[in-house]
């Protein structure tokens, strides 16, 4: 079998922001506009495709990464999007870096009366770290008080980034139509009963025109800008063709230039078919994006060219436990270089060994497809791997290499676990091995004095959520309390490290975020309170526990 879809026509993106923005939605809409699902689930409902945990449909907020693949049709070609679902909840800020680290482009969605948030700041950073081209979407224009304006002005002053309005909302409030396409100088009215599938393509009415004329000047400035040929162009007064503003526009976001700004509100259908024909237009595929670097097992640099007779190269970004394939395990992959064969070995070269790949799909939101190979560029999954964690290289073992590491931060919170029973105590450290697997970002210690067994994480929600699965899960019966020691004393003996350290103070959606030191030389004195950022008040407790 040969490649379906050439290189340039796959798109491995993420959805990012701020709890509450409407990433879930977001998703939920491009899934059913790009015919993966044919009902389509309601976040309130708790039925939606990419919330798989029953923790998840509980809270209602998304913490696992799974990737889904989807089609989308542009001028008359296909086009296959991958989309790695990233978390929005501070505590699993680990759980969005390891997304970042295998997507080509993302979409931050933002709430239209809120702008940027303190979480969305902290994910566009990371985004940034990356260096992920970004394409940005107001949604909830149909809130009460959505303000596009305002919103677009706290990407620039907030995230000190240039977006360029590619679109005016056709209204707002309970009088948002649609968008307004600034490329093509139309008006696009989305008819709610339809599931917004039904677009109408209608002249920019009377009153919006002059708002419209003004957003266009600005962003064909902003595409001359990219190209010296066009800046002539623009500059002799000629008109700029919508390929040459698109082309121009692509060239800005895949350089991190810019970041084109789109709206709408996906609950309310409105805007997300455009969105998608974004994704196409300004987002780089895996041709557009460097390629994979590593070291080989003499140490020596070396690069995978992203190409399907290169050798090799796959970075294990997400594994996890599917129920419908009897919990076998699934490990993600984003294959750099080469191709990747059901019934082969592949040599992990983090662990130093070998393992066989039985089987390969591809996850859609509604079925798995069997693959019997996965190319370059491309994201799959293979069952039943038993050796590879998150963040490990998987490669050919004639052509050995280290793709760069995912570095993940000391944990912060300390919770102690303690069974039952002793049967309990066994299947406990399975467990927590299973989940230390998935999430290497939490910690299991016993502390010496107390013979407590520790599980260390990134936050409150981080270890709530590890224990609610040790409990669902796996069954174990254990009680859960406050360490028998001081908090300050659990951590003290870390080095020297800087991190965030993250606790939940208030109700849903309001977390303080405070940056620590700890001293290297003074381990008795505990932590330096370094800041403390976000809008969410810090818990005065906190800082003086952590003082
Ligand atoms: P996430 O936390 O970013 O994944 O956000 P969700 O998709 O879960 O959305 C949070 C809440 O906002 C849910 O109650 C959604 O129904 C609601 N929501 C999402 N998009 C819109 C929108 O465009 N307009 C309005 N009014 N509500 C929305």
Known sequence: ?????????????GIMAHIDAGKTTTTERILFYTGAIHK????????????WM???RERGITITSAAISAFWEREGHRYRVNIIDTPGHVDFTIEVERSLRVLDGAIAVFDAVNGVEPQSETVWRQADRYKVPRICFINKMDRVGADFEMSVGTIREKLGARPVRMQLPLGAEDKLKGVIDLVRMKALVFQEQEQGSKVDIVEI????????DAARAELLEAAAEQDDALTEKFLEGQELTEEEVRRAIRKGCVGLKLFPVFCGSAFRHKGVQPLLDAVIDYLPSPLDVPPIQGKTPKGEDAVRETRDDAPFSALAFKIMNDPSFSSQTLTFLRVYSGKLEAGTAVWNS????????????????DKKDELTECYAGDICAVVGLKLATTGDTLCDDKQQIVLERMEFPEPVIDIAIEPKSTADQDKIIQSLQRLAMEDPSFRVRTNEETGQTLIAGMGELHLEIIVDRLLREFKVDANIGKPQVAYRETVTTTQTAEGKYIRQTGGKGQYGHISLRVSPNEPGKGFEFLNSITGGAVSKEFVDAAR
């Open 40 to 51: 389509m689930g309601e976040v309130h409902e708790g039925t939606t495709t990419t919330d």
């Open 54 to 56: 029953v923790q998840e």
């Open 350 to 365: 983090v662990k130093g060994k070998r393992e066989r790949v039985s089987r390969l799909v591809q996850m859609r939101a």
């Open 1 to 13: 079998m040969a490649r379906e879809f050439p290189l340039e026509r796959y798109r491995n993106i």
């Open 205 to 212: 009415p009377e009153e919006f025109q002059a708002a419209a």
